[in-house]
Every structure is written in structure tokens, then in C-alpha cells.
């Protein structure tokens, strides 16, 4: 499907909601509450999750904003045991390069904290893999290619999106970025145009999951927002 246009058509806003300033503040409350108990857990347990919850999610990320409006994501939602056998071996073999002497010195210092490592039984074990493909352009009709635009910041969105439904549908997601991940435009059957941004191991945490010390330290409210203009104190 092609979204260029050349024509501007506005259309009365669809979806209003009004709501009052002491009852905005409560949602938001409400929705920070929720957000803050997520956590990334790298143990899970093999408990199914029905597909719908899966499918619904990844619907509400394709309602993300994007550049133009083109929607340069693609997601591949995997419940294979045998392909998710294949990708976990496919990413510990560049894992195990990366930590045995391809990152820097600084990066795996950086990493020390979170504990993290080569071995990664949780693509195996959640019972879902969902891989972030990111579009770098579209196709028309007649075969020729049309430019994507804003394409990592509209993904990241799209998959911001995704891990906040994913999480207020009750499951954990641990996010992996092995490098380099091309393996997985092969392994997924994807076409060149789109590359390979992220997987999301998504489950029940397991009975004894643990998470790092470190990744509990969130940066205060003052550090990560300044705020220029007439400000208006609500309590």
C-alpha cells in the first residue's frame, strides 16, 4: 500500500476526548503508576500468551505517529520453536563475538552493570519473539521506490508504542539489539528494503526472575525535563 498523496483533504477530528484538568492529572498518574512497574527481565517461563494479545498489541503500535504518515515499520511476531532455536543461535554467534573482543572496553564497562552476556536462553524460552523491521522505503505499484522519511524516529515510536501495550496486557519484554542483526532479514523472509532494528522477548517473567540493581535507577524528574514558559502548579 502506498500513503503518498498530492492532494491535502483535512477531515473533522474523529476521536475527541474532554476531560477535566483534576481528571487528566489522575490518568496521568494512573498511567505513570502503571508504566513505572515495568521492568526488563531476561528470565521467563514457558506459559503461553494467545496470539490475539500479541496481534492487538502490535495493532496498537501501527497506531504510532509517523514522518508523512508512511508507517515504515514491519513486524514479525514468532511462536516457532525451531526458528526461535535459529535465532538464538544466530545472535549468540555475534554475541559471543561482540563481548569476546569486538566492543570496546567502555561498552562492555557500561554493560557490567546490567549483567548481561553472551548466553541468551530467553529467545528460546518466552514463548514469543517479536523482530522490529524498519521500512527504508516503500514501493510503488510499477516497482520503483519511493523515499521513507524520519524512518528510526517513526519506528522507535512504533515500538514505544508496542512494549507500553505489551506491558498493560500483563507481560514482560526484554528488549535485544545483537549486532550486526542481518541474520534476521534471512531468517524472517523480509525483502532488502527493510533492516532489521530490533527483537522483543515477550512472556511471563519466570518464578525466580531476578532483575539488575542498576537498571532500578531511574533518572529524577529534574534531570530529564526542563520547562520554558508560564508553568501552573497542579496538586
Request: glycine content about 6%.
Amino acid at each position: 500500500m502506498s500513503f503518498e498523496t498530492t492532494n491535502y483533504r483535512p477531515t473533522p477530528l474523529p476521536d475527541r476526548r474532554e476531560m477535566t484538568d483534576a481528571a487528566m492529572v489522575e490518568a496521568a498518574r494512573t498511567h505513570f503508576d502503571a508504566m513505572a512497574t515495568r521492568h526488563s527481565v531476561r528470565e521467563f517461563c514457558d506459559r503461553p500468551v494467545p496470539r490475539e494479545v500479541i496481534e492487538t498489541a502490535i495493532a496498537t503500535a501501527g497506531r504510532a505517529p509517523s514522518g508523512a504518515n508512511q508507517q515504515p515499520w514491519h513486524f514479525v511476531a514468532i511462536s516457532d520453536p525451531d526458528m526461535k532455536a535459529r535465532i538464538r543461535a544466530a545472535a549468540e554467534e555475534e554475541e559471543r563475538a561482540f563481548y569476546g573482543g569486538g566492543a570496546p572496553d567502555e561498552w562492555i564497562a557500561a554493560l557490567e552493570p546490567i549483567g548481561t552476556g553472551a548466553s541468551k536462553p530467553h529467545l528460546e524460552v518466552a514463548p514469543w519473539l517479536i523482530v522490529v523491521f524498519a521500512q527504508r522505503w516503500g514501493t510503488r505499484p510499477d516497482g520503483s521506490r519511493y523515499k521513507h522519511y524520519y524512518v528510526p524516529e517513526s519506528v522507535g515510536l512504533a515500538t514505544g508504542f508496542l512494549i507500553g501495550a505489551l506491558h498493560l496486557s500483563g507481560l514482560s519484554v526484554l528488549t535485544h539489539t545483537p549486532s550486526p542483526m542481518k541474520f534476521l532479514t534471512e531468517l524472517c523472509d523480509r525483502p532488502v528494503a527493510e533492516k532489521p532494528v530490533m527483537i522483543l522477548a515477550v512472556g511471563h517473567p519466570a518464578e525466580d526472575a531476578t532483575v539488575p540493581a542498576a537498571a532500578l535507577n531511574k533518572k529524577p524528574l529534574e534531570e530529564i525535563l526542563t520547562v520554558i514558559g508560564a508553568q501552573t502548579e497542579t496538586t
